[in-house]
Every structure is written in C-alpha cells, then in structure tokens.
C-alpha cells in the first residue's frame, strides 16, 4: 500500500517562510514527475509546481520566483520551499507522485494559512 505523506504546513505571518516534504512510504516504483497541487474550498485545485525525475520544473504562475520545488530520488520525496508568502497562498496543499506507468498518487493535504 502505497501512502504519500505531507508535512510542514502551518500558520505563518506575510512575508514568511514554509518548506513542505512529501515523502512516499511502500513499493512505488518508476516514480518520473512528482509535484504540488493547492486547493481553495469551493474552488478547483490549482498546479503549484511539478518536477521531473530529471529535474527539470514547471511552476504555476501566481507562484513563480517566490517558491522552488525540489526532490530526493533515493528517498522518494519532494520538497516545496515557500517564501515571500501571501495571504492568497492560504489553501491546502497536496503532494502527487505520477509512475512511468501512469500511476498517480495523492496524498492527503497539509494546511497552509498566511495571515495578513
């Protein structure tokens, strides 16, 4: 059974700082791009960043300069480095793994609140 797991959400004030990890516990195999998704209640869920297994990354634009995604291969993890937040970076935030064989794994949210 395969589980990703988040961690490092939380409250942070404007301006501030937040590294999230997601890390895969159980057989996965052939993991190629891995990434961060957010939502908003009552809206859809919006890309953050995504990373391929050759490093190579896209970001969404609401978020780029301001966050860096990166990943350990041999851990089966991804990272999300969040700075300069903004209250409208305040959303749940998802970690997805994606196989080589079109597998996708979510996990099951960490918290994000900015307080302005």
């Known amino acids: 059974q395969v589980q990703l797991v988040e961690s490092g959400g939380g409250l942070v004030q404007a301006g501030g700082s937040l590294r999230l990890s997601c890390v895969a516990s159980g057989s996965i195999a052939g993991i190629n791009v891995m990434g961060w998704y957010r939502q908003v209640p009552g809206k859809q869920r919006e890309l953050v960043a995504t990373?391929?297994?050759?490093?190579?990354?896209n970001y969404g634009d609401s978020v780029k300069g301001r966050f860096t995604i990166s990943r350990d291969n041999a851990k089966n993890t991804v990272y999300l480095q969040m700075n300069s937040l903004k209250p409208e970076d305040t959303a749940d935030y998802y970690c997805?793994?994606?196989?080589?064989?079109?597998?996708?794994?979510w996990g099951q949210g960490t918290q994000v609140t900015v307080s302005s």
């Open positions: 997805l793994m994606t196989t080589m064989w079109g597998s996708d794994y």
């Open positions: 990373i391929t297994r050759g490093a190579h990354s």
